[in-house]
């Protein structure tokens, strides 16, 4: 390849400044040093070497308080404008390691509820930038509103059913919740982020420190992809937290999600570009027919086409939903419904491309494709347990609803 | 719909067998494999969850199912001389692959290189005299390979049509009554120190592309001179190992060749279909069983407070998903009834264009709806989709390969363009 990744997965290289620049270059650097050049050891090795490849991004380059203020010890990306830079962020983690990208995304989401500007929630941040700017990992976990069970009616968010719930005791809050499941983490998070209904059913977002043991956690899942994440299960019983960590204000949930949406996003986008530069040697280094370079034969060719177009399209797109974000006086904030909505389109549209990519390469690289030596297959575990994470229930139907709410003025689905 | 038997099957195709065999088969799975296949994954290099259930798949101890081939003078069933070989392989495939399609292929692989020398009009009797006591008369689970693949070349090997077998680096030389092998061959299924017996396709004349010079040869796994190799970790497929396998001046039996010049390629072509119709029941298998946790999971979780069946756009989507199922299997059958239609006045030779053509062109729809039906329903899951408790992430990771294998999408779709379109150089 004689070209770089940035010349052909392009993207509005003015929305990112100089200093995003320099951090972008420096998590390349990263991933190349410390897990694409060493992928066959990082693949023997994963548990240890994907603490300490977290620790060496979080601590030592100091992602972990990337987007807090920079009067709390943060870098200060917690404006707007430093959303393309975010985004560009992500996807130079989930080039390396989708794990590793989840678990930054969700980090970067529960500071975007709580310390992006305008709605900076200074007792908050008071709180958790000492923690998040001292010198120890932390895991932050988010639990969404997801499906219900039946003969069990809940409070809606959209349609989702809200499983915590969250009533005033004493001079704070108690929250309730059984068996739910987070994005992320929940069997190693320190810190939950939770989308609970009041006693209005009205949707609001409380932070429970991740020691209390009022929570009950269920057994490490095992799943499609992400397994280092450690996830589980987790009921709240009762759990008390002080009154400054309920978040109650009008489309927070929304903002949830919308930097879900384009945070994820960004890591599937750098998982793909990575696919892309593994299906790239294979199919310079394979023959077809005899002695025809794969890439030369014009079948196989329109198949890489697939690979290289959707991702680039994606990249695209997410970067014109971080544009979108980074205008919040053009557009709207990241919670209004309006840019909730695109936020959801293009999040869904991003997951299912890069899918794609991944499952139209696989069909070039066959059985290498499919064993763990390539690391592809990982890959394609990962995206699709982001995938079906970001769906929540039911596959496409709640974004389906929500463009149809925001685009046709629905008011009754 | 009272059960997922009632997705479509031509009836009238259904062999007198078909009751019995999947009765059997359903207990056997439901029994052995369903409540342990969640532990499978790993499992996968030593085996000792999926061994025992082998046995009581394949060996006399069980059901025996692995001589079902040969013919009942030598110990067998006769289904390799049966009106419904190909209809009733479907289903083994389908019943099997509902529990477990690495177990599925494993097991079924077994008879592919069996099939060059126990199907009429094709049957080698002193071949299958040989080797019907290592699977008729043993409690084991005994599995054959066949040794396809090479490093360098891909599915070329697969597409003898085009290459004429000139790519072919495995050779076999006479030497007075004895073949004698050497090359390299890569990921065969039953490999990694499984198969008992290995069929090797390989050349008598290294670069030619005179079919005469192709040549299928037995090969026991104990021969000296072959080695295997470990089996490789892959996305899924637990059940079915994988591996190298290097033959360095390997001696067998000059008789141990399937057929002979010229019949051997005839005969190789002819186990393509039977991989084809193995790999379209996998897959039906597995989307019955999807259907059967889709069908518990959308009546007892909400959306909107509704059971997720009752959300019309859900709706729509499951609808799709039962829908393709339906269709993938009546597509099933029908490419199987293609296969058993290979003696009759108005069907096609198994190696002719009409069958092999047409049955890749089925095989890449089915697995194409599969791959996507799998990853819907993942979807439809949300949150749960991923998680291995549910088995539907499971058979998501296990059929990928099924789409890939066998000269995987892109074969299938040149050989259909060549039979459609009478394209003359692809």
């Given at each position: 390849m004689n070209k770089t990744l940035d010349e052909l997965f392009v993207y509005p290289k003015e929305l990112v400044d100089e200093e995003s620049k320099r951090v972008i270059h420096l998590v390349r650097q990263w991933a190349d040093k410390e897990i694409i050049s060493k992928r066959q050891e990082y693949r023997e090795n994963y548990e240890k070497l994907f603490i300490e490849t977290r620790k060496s991004l979080n601590l030592t380059i100091g992602l972990q308080r990337l987007t807090l203020p920079e009067e709390s010890g943060g870098f200060g990306w917690n404006n707007p404008a430093s959303t393309p830079g975010i985004v560009s962020v992500l996807t130079e983690i989930g080039r390396a390691d989708a794990a590793i990208g989840v678990i930054s995304a969700v980090k970067c989401v529960v500071f975007a509820a709580?310390?992006?500007?305008?709605?900076?929630d200074k007792d908050v941040c008071d709180v958790l930038a000492p923690i998040y700017c001292a010198d120890e990992l932390k895991t932050p976990s988010l639990i969404l509103p997801g499906m219900g069970t039946v003969g069990e009616e809940t409070p809606l968010f959209l349609g989702r059913s809200i499983l915590a719930t969250v009533e005033p005791d004493g001079d704070g809050y108690a929250v309730n919740g059984k068996n739910m499941r987070p994005l992320n983490s929940g069997a190693v998070a320190d810190l939950f982020c939770v989308v609970c209904a009041d006693k209005l059913g009205r949707p609001c977002v409380a932070l429970v420190p991740g020691d209390d043991r009022n929570i009950v956690r269920g057994r490490t899942l095992l799943e499609t992809g992400l397994n280092a994440s450690a996830n589980c299960d987790v009921s709240f019983n009762n759990v008390r937290i002080p009154k400054s960590y309920l978040i109650s204000r009008d489309g927070v949930v929304e903002q949830i999600y919308t930097w879900l949406n384009l945070l994820l996003g960004g890591v599937s986008v750098g998982v793909g570009m990575n696919f892309f530069e593994i299906v790239t040697e294979w199919s310079e280094t394979r023959t077809i027919k005899g002695g025809t370079m794969m890439k030369e034969n014009p079948l196989c060719a329109s198949v890489l086409a697939d690979v290289a177009d959707e991702t680039f399209t994606a990249r695209l797109l997410l970067y014109n939903l971080a544009h979108i974000m980074s205008k919040p006086d053009d557009w709207g904030y990241s919670g209004s419904q309006r840019v909730y909505t695109f936020s959801q389109i293009i999040g869904s549209q991003v997951q299912q491309k890069i899918m794609r990519a991944i499952n139209r390469g696989l069909e070039l690289m066959g059985s290498a494709g499919y064993?763990?030596?390539?690391?592809v297959e990982k890959h394609w575990r990962d995206i699709k347990t982001i995938q079906s994470y970001l769906c929540g229930v039911g596959a496409e139907a709640p974004v389906k609803m929500d463009t149809a709410r925001f685009f046709f003025d629905c008011k009754e689905i | 719909m009272k059960n997922f038997d009632e997705f479509s099957k031509p009836e009238e195709y259904i062999s007198p067998m078909d009751k019995h065999l999947r009765s059997a088969l359903r207990n056997w799975a439901e029994k052995e494999v369903m409540p342990l296949r969640r532990k499978y994954d790993e499992d996968w290099k030593e085996h000792h969850l999926i061994e025992p259930a082998f046995d009581k798949l394949m060996g006399n101890k069980g059901l025996g199912i692995q001589k079902a081939l040969f013919p009942p003078e030598l110990g067998g069933w006769g289904i390799g001389q049966s009106d419904y070989a190909f209809t009733v392989a479907c289903a083994l495939a389908e019943e099997v692959g509902r529990a477990d399609t690495g177990m599925a292929v494993a097991f079924m692989v077994t008879y592919w290189p069996l099939t060059t020398i126990l199907v009429d009009p094709h049957v080698n009797w002193r071949l299958a005299r040989e080797f019907a006591p290592m699977f008729c008369e043993t409690e084991k689970a005994v599995f054959a390979a066949n040794a396809m693949t090479e490093p360098q070349g891909g599915a070329d090997i697969e597409n003898l049509e085009i290459t004429g077998g000139k790519t072919i680096r495995t050779t076999a030389r006479l030497d007075g009554d004895e073949w004698v092998i050497n090359g390299h061959k890569l990921w065969?299924?039953?490999?990694g120190g499984v198969a008992k017996l290995f069929i090797v396709p390989c050349t008598t004349k290294p670069g030619s592309t005179d079919i005469n010079d192709f040549a299928l040869i037995f090969v026991p796994a104990d021969a000296k001179g072959v080695t295997q190799g470990g089996p490789y970790e892959k996305?899924?497929?637990?059940a079915d190992k994988n591996g190298d396998i290097w033959f360095e001046d390997v001696r067998v039996p000059s008789w141990y060749r399937a057929q002979g010049p010229g019949k051997d390629a005839e005969v190789f072509r002819e186990i393509i279909p039977w991989g084809l119709i193995g790999s379209m029941g996998f897959l039906c298998g597995a989307m019955l069983n999807l259907y059967e946790i889709l069908y518990d999971f959308v009546s007892t979780k909400t959306y909107k407070n509704k059971p997720l069946k009752e959300d019309d756009c859900v709706a729509g989507i499951i609808g799709r998903i039962a829908g393709d199922i339906d269709i993938c299997r009546i597509l099933a059958y029908e490419s199987a009834r293609m296969g058993d239609r290979?003696?009759?006045?108005?069907g096609y030779p198994l190696h002719s264009d009409e069958v092999v053509s047409k049955m890749r062109n089925l095989k890449d729809f089915v697995s194409d709806r599969a791959v996507d039906v799998f990853g819907k329903a993942m979807d439809v899951l949300g949150t749960y989709g991923a998680d291995r408790e549910y088995d539907i992430e499971k058979h998501w990771r296990d059929i990928k390969i099924i789409q890939l294998w066998m000269g995987g999408k892109q074969l299938c779709q040149m050989e259909a363009a060549r039979y459609f379109f009478n394209c003359k150089t692809l």
């Open positions: 709580t310390t992006l500007l305008p709605h900076l064993s763990r030596e390539w690391h | 065969p299924t039953n490999t996305a899924g497929m637990a290979r003696n009759k006045p108005y």
